[in-house]
Structures are given as C-alpha cells and as structure tokens.
C-alpha cells in the first residue's frame, strides 16, 4: 500500500474524532442552557394612555412569604389596601374589577376606583373585595375575601396597611347575567369583528332577548347593530358576526359596548345588562380589549359579567347630541 494512502487514513480518522467530540461538547452546552433558562410571559400588552379605573391595591404574597399558622390551617393570602374618603367626591359606582394578571402569586395591580358613598351610610357601609382565579371559559374560582366595615376605619387620614384574606363567602349576589362574544382586529385594513355568540343566566320571565352592539366615538354615539331576537330562553344563542371599519389612529378613541335588551310581560324592550370594553374599561373587558390588540387577526372569545345599565352609562359620560337648527320662518 502506497505511503500517501496511509497518510489520507489516519488524517481522515483523526478529522472524524475531531468532529465526535465537538458534537458531544455542543450537545451539552445545549442541555445547560436548556435548564438555566427561565420561562417568560407569552404576551406582552401596552395600551398607551388607557387608564386604571377599579379595585384597589390587590398583592398575593408568595408561597414562600406566608407564615405558617397553627393548626395547619389553609393560608388565603394577604391583600395590600389603600383608603381615602372625600367628601366632596360626586364619582359613583357599586362594583369594580382588576385587570388580570398571569402566572405570578404575588400580582401588583396599581389601580384605584372610586365609590359613592354619603357621610351618613358610612357606619353601616362595608368594602368587600374578593381575590378570583381567572378562567376564560368556565366559571372563576374564588381564592379568599375581605369584608372591612368602614365604621371601624378612622378615613379622616389616607390608610395603607396589610388585611389578611378569609375564605370566600358561600353567598354571592344576583348577577344579571353573562354574556360570550369574540373580538377580532386587523390593523392593515381597520376591520373590528365582533361575533356575538350566547347569553347565560338571564331572567327566566323574560319573552324575548337579543343584544345590540354599539360602538361610541369620542363618548358620541357612531355605528350599532343588533341581534335577531330569541324567545322563552334563559341562556340565548346567537352566533352572529358584525364588521366595524375602525381605523388604527381611532382605537384609542373608541368605546364598544354590547348590551343584552328582552322584553318582558309588557312587550315593552328593555336593557337587561351591558358590557364596556375599549381604553376606559377596567377589569376583565379591559383585559379582553388589550387580548384582542396584542394577537391581530385572532379572534379571542370570552365571557363576561353583565353590569348595571345605568353604571355603565355613567362611566361613559355620553355627550348630548347637537340639536338640530331649525329655520326661521
């Protein structure tokens, strides 16, 4: 066998080792870094100027945080609560929520509402704030509650101090209903779809139901529809898509709202419950709008709690039409 043949063998072996052990090198390297990182949130969402309007100060504190207490009892978790009276404070509303917060114990939501209450309930009123488990499709799951009689809270000074979290009560009060729909936006053309799908909970007695969906420009009404109607049922299906043109640049002057109207024994329509959403809602509506923003072109379905007609009116604020001028004659 020639000399040079022998030389190419060697060389060609030694080059096959190289590239064994540079492999072996690399795969592990891989699997170290595979375990060092961390997981990190999925979704990501700036709604620019979009204010906090709802609860208070809500924090979770850590597994690790919690003291143990005797007896083995469960820990519900501590809520960080911040309170100032005004009394000269005209804002109004009964019930708020958080926007939601994902994969953490300790959440930090920064947020404030305001509630209605004259000089004189103040002994007799109490602030009930509750902690829930979001989930988009079925019912959430309480995680503890906090009842504060205001009569044992001096408010003539700004408080700010730790409540321990009890169980959640059995008793819940009478909800007006929920309602599921999808939202669905696509920058490049403006197209906002909302398909309105069903109703749950409603009033038995009610005859006939359907829902009108309304968006509002600049607290002006701009674009409704509505649903076909469907009678003698309490939880209504509707599976009934509308398009908006909204362009970018008007998103954050926008308002939608979807209220679910029946008529009752007196053939007479009125509106059961609505549900804002856009850049002034709070809580799960708010949560819902920025899911829509950040996955375009998704639709992203969810239910939601209706709310009192009147409270949602008021937190529009709807500017009175310009009446319109009538010639002289």
């Given at each position: 066998?020639?000399?040079?043949?022998?030389?190419?063998?060697?060389?060609?072996?030694?080059?096959?080792?190289?590239?064994?052990?540079?492999?072996?090198?690399?795969?592990?390297?891989?699997?170290?870094?595979?375990?060092?990182?961390?997981?990190?949130?999925?979704?990501t969402?700036?709604?620019?100027?979009?204010?906090?309007?709802?609860?208070?100060?809500?924090?979770?504190?850590?597994?690790?945080?919690?003291?143990?207490c005797?007896?083995g009892?469960?820990?519900?978790?501590?809520?960080?609560?911040?309170?100032?009276?005004?009394?000269g404070?005209?804002?109004?509303?009964?019930?708020?929520?958080?926007?939601?917060?994902?994969?953490?114990?300790?959440?930090?939501?920064?947020?404030?509402c305001?509630?209605?209450?004259?000089?004189?309930?103040?002994?007799?009123?109490?602030?009930?704030?509750q902690l829930?488990?979001?989930?988009?499709?079925?019912?959430?799951?309480?995680?503890?509650?906090?009842?504060?009689?205001?009569?044992?809270?001096?408010?003539?000074?700004?408080?700010?101090?730790?409540y321990?979290?009890?169980?959640?009560?059995?008793?819940?009060?009478?909800?007006?209903?929920?309602?599921?729909?999808?939202?669905?936006?696509?920058?490049?053309?403006?197209?906002?779809?909302?398909?309105?799908?069903?109703?749950?909970?409603?009033?038995?007695?009610?005859?006939?139901?359907?829902?009108?969906?309304?968006?509002?420009?600049?607290?002006?009404?701009?674009?409704?529809?509505?649903?076909?109607?469907?009678?003698?049922?309490?939880?209504p299906?509707?599976?009934?898509?509308?398009?908006?043109?909204?362009?970018?640049?008007?998103?954050?002057?926008?308002?939608?709202?979807?209220?679910?109207?029946?008529?009752?024994?007196?053939?007479?329509?009125?509106?059961?419950?609505?549900?804002?959403?856009?850049?002034?809602?709070?809580?799960?509506?708010?949560?819902?709008?920025?899911?829509?923003?950040?996955?375009?072109?998704?639709?992203?379905?969810?239910?939601?709690y209706?709310?009192?007609?009147?409270?949602?009116?008021?937190?529009?604020?709807?500017?009175?039409?310009?009446?319109?001028?009538?010639?002289?004659?």
């Amino acid at each position: 066998m020639p000399r040079w043949t022998l030389f190419i063998a060697i060389l060609a072996a030694g080059v096959l080792l190289v590239s064994c052990l540079l492999c072996v090198i690399c795969c592990c390297c891989h699997r170290r870094r595979r375990h060092r990182k961390q997981p990190k949130d999925k979704e990501t969402v700036g709604l620019g100027s979009a204010p906090n309007r709802t609860t208070t100060h809500l924090v979770q504190p850590d597994v690790d945080c919690l003291e143990p207490c005797p007896g083995g009892d469960r820990q519900w978790g501590r809520l960080l609560l911040s309170l100032e009276y005004d009394f000269g404070s005209q804002e109004a509303g009964r019930r708020h929520e958080t926007k939601v917060h994902r994969g953490t114990l300790c959440p930090t939501f920064e947020e404030t509402c305001c509630f209605l209450v004259p000089p004189a309930e103040l002994p007799k009123a109490v602030l009930k704030v509750q902690l829930w488990d979001f989930k988009r499709f079925t019912e959430h799951e309480p995680l503890g509650e906090l009842q504060l009689p205001l009569s044992t809270v001096d408010l003539q000074h700004v408080l700010e101090s730790w409540y321990q979290l009890g169980p959640p009560g059995t008793g819940e009060p009478e909800q007006m209903g929920e309602l599921c729909f999808s939202l669905r936006y696509v920058p490049s053309s403006g197209h906002l779809t909302v398909v309105v799908l069903e109703a749950r909970g409603l009033n038995a007695g009610l005859a006939e139901a359907y829902v009108k969906v309304q968006l509002m420009l600049n607290q002006r009404k701009w674009k409704k529809s509505k649903t076909s109607s469907r009678k003698g049922t309490a939880t209504p299906y509707f599976n009934e898509a509308f398009v908006f043109l909204v362009p970018v640049s008007q998103l954050q002057s926008v308002d939608l709202v979807l209220a679910v109207w029946a008529r009752g024994l007196q053939l007479r329509a009125e509106p059961v419950g609505k549900v804002l959403l856009g850049p002034r809602a709070s809580g799960q509506p708010l949560q819902h709008w920025a899911d829509m923003l950040a996955h375009a072109r998704r639709p992203i379905a969810q239910w939601h709690y209706l709310r009192s007609p009147r409270e949602v009116d008021r937190a529009l604020a709807l500017q009175p039409r310009l009446p319109l001028l009538r010639p002289r004659s």
